[in-house]
T-cell receptor, first 113, second 113 residues
Framework: AQSVSQHNHHVILSEAASLELGCNYSYGGTVNLFWYVQYPGQHLQLLLKYFSGDPLVKGIKGFEAEFIKSKFSFNLRKPSVQWSDTAEYFCAVNRGSARQLTFGSGTQLTVLP | NAGVTQTPKFRVLKTGQSMTLLCAQDMNHEYMYWYRQDPGMGLRLIHYSVGEGTTAKGEVPDGYNVSRLKKQNFLLGLESAAPSQTSVYFC????????????FGPGTRLLVL
């Protein structure tokens, strides 16, 4: 069965620090990869997605993610976080032809002002 | 456009009671999904639908039923609620394409006593 792992459950950073959240998946075939964000009290919003082409994907609010096929990873990065980035971040994967989106368990990011 | 809306926002049930959660989307999306979100487990797919009149089981379908009588609506039913169904329920919709982006509703918080 396909699985998605987010090893960092809770990350605490100060403003202006750099961020990298890990995401690894287990499926070896063609995959589509997503990062969603859930701000406190809000619903999930798409940050960025990858399906082919340049493995470095840029999303909204200064976030980017790099797909490394050999490592089955799709890590999320931001050079300088802001207090407003405090949220829960979910990595999600689906196979090229499948309808189901498999989510990781999420990483809670707390940015201290 | 309202996007994806969910009714109700919050509900308390007693064990054994039944209820229906309503999801509506105004984006003319073909696909609709129901997820549950539990602490430390991310989102798990309950049921989904690829079109009006069709539904399919996801990862955790037991104890739930769904119906998609109209393209814009996707109903999730609990026939006999159990405390294990205490969760936050999210509906999502998407349009079929090379890479689907799922758009999420605001969620329904359900407490089963």
């Amino acid at each position: 069965a396909q699985s998605v792992s987010q090893h960092n459950h809770h990350v605490i950073l100060s403003e202006a620090a750099s961020l990298e959240l890990g995401c690894n998946y287990s499926y070896g075939g063609t995959v589509n990869l997503f990062w969603y964000v859930q701000y406190p009290g809000q619903h999930l919003q798409l940050l960025l997605k990858y399906f082919s082409g340049d493995p470095l994907v840029k999303g909204i609010k200064g976030f980017e993610a790099e797909f490394i096929k050999s490592k089955f990873s799709f890590n999320l990065r931001k050079p300088s976080v802001q207090w407003s980035d405090t949220a829960e971040y979910f990595c999600a994967v689906n196979r090229g032809s499948a309808r189901q989106l498999t989510f990781g368990s999420g990483t809670q990011l707390t940015v201290l002002p | 456009n309202a996007g994806v809306t969910q009714t109700p926002k919050f509900r308390v049930l007693k064990t054994g009671q039944s209820m229906t959660l309503l999801c509506a989307q105004d984006m003319n999306h073909e696909y609709m999904y129901w997820y549950r979100q539990d602490p430390g487990m991310g989102l798990r797919l309950i049921h989904y639908s690829v079109g009006e009149g069709t539904t399919a089981k996801g990862e955790v379908p037991d104890g739930y039923n769904v119906s998609r009588l109209k393209k814009q609506n996707f109903l999730l039913g609990l026939e006999s609620a159990a405390p294990s169904q205490t969760s936050v329920y999210f509906c999502a919709s998407s349009y079929p394409g090379r890479i689907e982006t799922q758009y999420f509703g605001p969620g329904t918080r359900l407490l089963v006593l």
